[in-house]
C-alpha cells in the first residue's frame, strides 16, 4: 500500500498560520497532481487544493486568498500553507493525488489534526 504521510497539524487562534506537510513517495504520487484534502467534524471529505504544476494551482473557494499548496518533487513532498485560519478550517487534513476522472490513487494517510478556536 502507498501512503502518505501529513503532519505539522495543532491549535491555532484564529487569524493565525500554519503549515502542513506530506511525505508522499512513489511513482503514485510523482507522476500525478497532487491535493489536499479536509475532513471537517461530521462532515464528508472535501476537496481544498490541487497543485497541477508550478504554474496551476486551485482552491476551493473557503480556502481562495488564504491557503497556499506547493511541491517540492524532489523531497517528495507537498506543502500547505494557511493563514488567516479561521474556525470552519477545523479538521484533519489529508493528502493524496487528485484527477477530475477518477479517485485518489493512494490509500489514504492518517491525516493531521487542525484545530482553530479562541
Known amino acids: 500500500q502507498v501512503q502518505p504521510v501529513e503532519s505539522g497539524g495543532g491549535w491555532v487562534q484564529p487569524g493565525g498560520s500554519l503549515r502542513l506537510s506530506c511525505l508522499a513517495s512513489?511513482?503514485?504520487?510523482?507522476?500525478?497532481?497532487m491535493a489536499w484534502y479536509r475532513q471537517a467534524p461530521g462532515k464528508q471529505r472535501e476537496l481544498i487544493a490541487v497543485w497541477k504544476s508550478r504554474a496551476v494551482s486551485s482552491y476551493r473557494d473557503s480556502v481562495k486568498g488564504r491557503f497556499t499548496i506547493s511541491r517540492d518533487e524532489g523531497k517528495n513532498m507537498v506543502y500547505l500553507q494557511m493563514d488567516r485560519r479561521k474556525p470552519e478550517d477545523t479538521g484533519i487534513y489529508y493528502c493524496n493525488t487528485w484527477s477530475l476522472s477518477s479517485d485518489p490513487l493512494g490509500t489514504w494517510g492518517q491525516g493531521t489534526q487542525v484545530f482553530v478556536s479562541s
Open positions: 512513489g511513482s503514485i504520487f510523482s507522476d500525478n497532481p
